[in-house]
C-alpha cells in the first residue's frame, strides 16, 4: 500500500496529488518534456545549415577596404558590406555578418569559431581573398577570434522555448487541473469536506513550482548539451525571471479556468490567449519583425516580456536591474489575474 | 403481522435520543427560475437513524440534500445539522460530517489508497487509510488507479470518502444507482455497519427496496415537497393491503369494455381491499391472499375475462407510492 508516503498536512496532500497525476499523464510528459526538446533540435539543426544563400561578411571601414569588398563580392558566395569598427560586434553577434574582415596585409578575421558557418565564411573569404592579394597573403590572413555568445539562432531560440515552455505549461498546469476537476464534480466533493480552498489553489501553483524546476532543467540540459547553449547570466536571475513567469502564467491560467465547466470550454480560452503571443511574442523572430505601431501592445504582453528577460538574462548576461521592466509587466499581469481569478472562481 | 421484513435490518429505532436531532430542517424552499425545486419541505434525522428520501428522478431529492449538506443556499427555509448552522463556523461542522454525492469522478491517475489519504488529509481526526479500506472491502484495490475499478467499486471508494473523516452523519446521494445487485448489498452491508456503530444517516434514493432494507424512517418526496412520512412499515400499512396481486386482463363478452365498472366489481371481491390499474396492468390490493387469489379467478370465470401473467408480491413502498401518486418511481 503506498498510502504511507502521503503526508497528512492538506497542503501537502494536495500538491503531492497533483504532481503524481500530472506526471502519470503521458500527454502532459510530451508536451511539457519533449516538445520544447524536439522543437529546439529541429530547429536547431534546421538554421544552422543555411543553404546556397550567400554569407553575410563585414569588411572595416579603413583605408583598403574597397578592393577587398570588390574581390568578396565578385564570386557570389558572399554578401560583403562596409561597417564601421563599432557595430562589429553586434553585427557578429546578431548573425547580421558571420565574418569581419578587417583590411590590412595580411587581413585579419574576426570570427567566432564555434559558429559552423563563420568557419565556412572564413574558407570562402581565402578564397576569394586569393586571387587579389599578394601570392600566399590570404593564406596568412592574421585571425582574431571573437567570442559571441548567443550569436547563433539556437542560442536566441532556447530562452524564447523556455518563454513558450513556462506560458503554457503554467496555464494548462493551473488551468487544467481546476476544470477538470469542476466537470468531474470534484471540486464540489472537495469543498464538501474541510478542505480550505486556498489549499488547493496553493496546491496547484506548489505542484507547477515543482515542474517548473524539472522543464527548466530538460530543456536547458539540452540545449546546453547538444548545442552548447550557456547562460550569460547569473543562474539565480534566471530561476527568478522563471519563476515570476511561471507564476503570471499560472494566475493566467487560473483566470481563463475559473469559470468554465468543461475542458473543450477552457481549451478554446487557451487558444485564443496563448496563439496570438506564440505569433507575435518573438519565440521563433524577432518582434521587431512587427510594425513599429504594433510594438507596444506586444511590448506588453506577458510572453514578449518574459522572453526579453530570458533574453536579456541568458544572452547580454543582465541582472535583475536590466530587465525591472519586463519583470514590472509579468508580476503585474500575475496580480491582476490572481485577484480578479479569485474573486469570479467557480467552485461548483 | 401481515408482512415479513428482516428483523436484523431494522434495529428499534430511538426517536428521543440525547440532544439536538442529527438533522432537521423547516419550510426549505429553492427554485430555479420558474422552477421550484424544492416546496416548503420539512424534515428532521435523529441521531442514530437512518432517514431516507425517496422518491423519482427530479422530485427534488438531490436540491434538497445539497442544501442540508451546506452546498447550497435555499430561498426561504431553516436547516440545523448536529445542532449549527451553515455559516457560523461551516469549518468545524464539515469535519463530523461525510458526504456522498451523485457522480462525484475522482482522479482516475490517483490509486485508491491515496485518494482515501488524499481526502483524509483534510480531516483532522481522520480513520487510518488502512480501516476506511476495509470498512468498504477494496484492501485488494489499495494500489489500484481508480480508472481502473468497477463502477460498484467506485461507488464503494466514494463511501469510503465519506468516510474516512470518521462523520457522525453521512449523507449519501443516491449512493447505488446504476450498481448491479451484489455491488448494493455490498454498500448496504457498509452502511448497515456504519448506522449499527450510532452513525446518523440521511439518504436519497429512488429504489424503494433500498429505502425499504435501509431506513428507519422514509420520507417519500414528490414536487419538492413530502407526500408521506414514517417507517417503512407505517407506509406499507397504510396501503391497507398486505399484499399486491398484479395481472393483465382480457375483457370478455358479458363484461363489456367498461374498465371502471370492472375496478369497482373488482374492489367488492371478499379480500380485495381495492383495485387499479396503471396501462394493461391491474393490480389489486389485497389483505389475504388465500381468499383473494379464488374469488379472483371465480369473477374471471364467471365473467368471462381472461386472466394472464398473475403476480402477487407483499406491498412495498413503491406500491405506496404508486398509490399517492398514480405513478410508478422509475418511471418519472
Redesign the interface.
Known amino acids: ?3 504511507g508516503s ?5 497542503l ?3 500538491t503531492l ?1 497533483r504532481f ?2 500530472t506526471i ?2 503521458p500527454e502532459m510528459v510530451f508536451w511539457v518534456f519533449v516538445f520544447p526538446i524536439l522543437m529546439a533540435l529541429a530547429l536547431g539543426i534546421a538554421f544552422q545549415t543555411r543553404g546556397e544563400e550567400p554569407m553575410p561578411v563585414a569588411v572595416r571601414d579603413a583605408p583598403g577596404a574597397a578592393p577587398v569588398l570588390a574581390a568578396l563580392t565578385r564570386g557570389g558566395d558572399l554578401e560583403a558590406f562596409p561597417a564601421p569598427e563599432g557595430d562589429e560586434l553586434a553585427l557578429l553577434r546578431d548573425g547580421r555578418a558571420h565574418l569581419v574582415v578587417v583590411p590590412g596585409s595580411p587581413p585579419t578575421y574576426r570570427y567566432d569559431p564555434v559558429r559552423p558557418e563563420s568557419r565556412l565564411t572564413r574558407l570562402l573569404v581565402d578564397r576569394a581573398l586569393a586571387g587579389e592579394a599578394p601570392h600566399g597573403a590570404a593564406r596568412t590572413a592574421r585571425t582574431e577570434e571573437v567570442a559571441t555568445p548567443g550569436s547563433r539562432y539556437i542560442d536566441w531560440l532556447v530562452p524564447g522555448l523556455l518563454g513558450m515552455n513556462i506560458m503554457g505549461s503554467g496555464m494548462w498546469g493551473l488551468g487544467f487541473g481546476i476544470v ?2 469542476r466537470s ?3 471540486l ?9 480552498r486556498s489549499h488547493f489553489l496553493a496546491s496547484l501553483v506548489m505542484s507547477r513550482l515543482a515542474f517548473l524546476a524539472l522543464e527548466m532543467t530538460a530543456l536547458l540540459g539540452f540545449a546546453a548539451w547538444v548545442f552548447g547553449v550557456g547562460n550569460e547570466g547569473s543562474f539565480a536571475t534566471l530561476v527568478a525571471v522563471a519563476l515570476i513567469g511561471a507564476l503570471a502564467f499560472g494566475g493566467l491560467g487560473l483566470l481563463t479556468a475559473c469559470r468554465a465547466r468543461t475542458i473543450e470550454g477552457v481549451s478554446g480560452i487557451m487558444n485564443v490567449v496563448m496563439v496570438p503571443m506564440w505569433v507575435c511574442s518573438g519565440v521563433f523572430f524577432a518582434v521587431t519583425n512587427f510594425p513599429e505601431a504594433a510594438q507596444p501592445f506586444i511590448r506588453v504582453l506577458p510572453l514578449t516580456a518574459m522572453i526579453d528577460a530570458l533574453r536579456g538574462v541568458m544572452l547580454n548576461g543582465d541582472g535583475l536591474a536590466g530587465i525591472g521592466a519586463e519583470l514590472g509587466i509579468l508580476a503585474g499581469w500575475g496580480a491582476v489575474s490572481f485577484v480578479v481569478a479569485l474573486r469570479v472562481f467557480r467552485w ?1 | 403481522m401481515r408482512f415479513k421484513l428482516d428483523e436484523n435490518l431494522h434495529p428499534t429505532m430511538h426517536p428521543t435520543a440525547a440532544g439536538s436531532p442529527a438533522l432537521s430542517c423547516t419550510g426549505l424552499v429553492k427554485r430555479y427560475g420558474d422552477l421550484t425545486a424544492v416546496d416548503g419541505l420539512d424534515l428532521t434525522v435523529h441521531r442514530g437513524e437512518c432517514f431516507g428520501l425517496l422518491g423519482p428522478n427530479g422530485a427534488g431529492k438531490t436540491t434538497t440534500i445539497e442544501i442540508l ?3 447550497l443556499a435555499p430561498d426561504a427555509g431553516a436547516v440545523e445539522v448536529l445542532g449549527s448552522r451553515w455559516g457560523a463556523d461551516d ?1 468545524a461542522l ?2 463530523r ?1 461525510g ?1 456522498h ?1 451523485q ?5 482516475e ?3 485508491v ?2 485518494t ?9 481526526e481522520g480513520r487510518p ?2 480501516d476506511v ?1 476495509e470498512t468498504v472491502g477494496l484492501e485488494s484495490k ?2 489500484t ?1 481508480v480508472v481502473h475499478l468497477s463502477g460498484g467499486q467506485r461507488q464503494r471508494l466514494a463511501v469510503g ?1 465519506a468516510l474516512v ?1 470518521d462523520p457522525e452523519l453521512l449523507f449519501l446521494d443516491e449512493p447505488t444507482t446504476g450498481l448491479d445487485p451484489q455491488s448494493r448489498r455490498q454498500l448496504w452491508s457498509v452502511l448497515q455497519r456504519f448506522r449499527a456503530s450510532d452513525g446518523s444517516i440521511l439518504l436519497t434514493t429512488h429504489y424503494m427496496d433500498e429505502a425499504q432494507t435501509l431506513c428507519d424512517r422514509v420520507a417519500i418526496v414528490d414536487g419538492g415537497r413530502i407526500i408521506a412520512e414514517g417507517t417503512p412499515r407505517e407506509l406499507i400499512a397504510s396501503l391497507g393491503a398486505a399484499h399486491v396481486v398484479e395481472f393483465d386482463l382480457t375483457p370478455g363478452h358479458d363484461a363489456g369494455p367498461d374498465a371502471d365498472g370492472l375496478a369497482v366489481r373488482m374492489a367488492g371481491l371478499p379480500g380485495v381491499r381495492g383495485a387499479g390499474r396503471d396501462g394493461d396492468r391491474w393490480q389489486l390490493g389485497a389483505d389475504d391472499l388465500q381468499e383473494a387469489l379464488p374469488a379472483l379467478l371465480r369473477f374471471a370465470e364467471e365473467g368471462g375475462v381472461t386472466l394472464d401473467s398473475v403476480t402477487s408480491h407483499p406491498a412495498t413502498l413503491e406500491d405506496v407510492f404508486v398509490s399517492l401518486t398514480g405513478r410508478h418511481l422509475r418511471d418519472v
Open positions: 500500500m503506498s498510502d502521503f503526508m497528512r498536512h492538506p501537502a496532500a494536495l496529488a503524481k497525476l502519470r499523464e477538470v476537476a468531474r464534480k470534484l464540489k466533493r472537495m469543498i464538501a469536506t474541510p478542505m480550505r461548483q | 449538506e451546506g452546498l469549518d464539515r469535519q460530517l458526504i454525492l457522480e462525484t469522478q475522482f482522479d491517475r490517483l490509486t489508497a491515496e482515501l489519504g488524499l481526502f483524509g488529509s483534510f480531516y483532522r487509510v488502512a479500506l489499495a494500489g488507479w470518502c473523516g
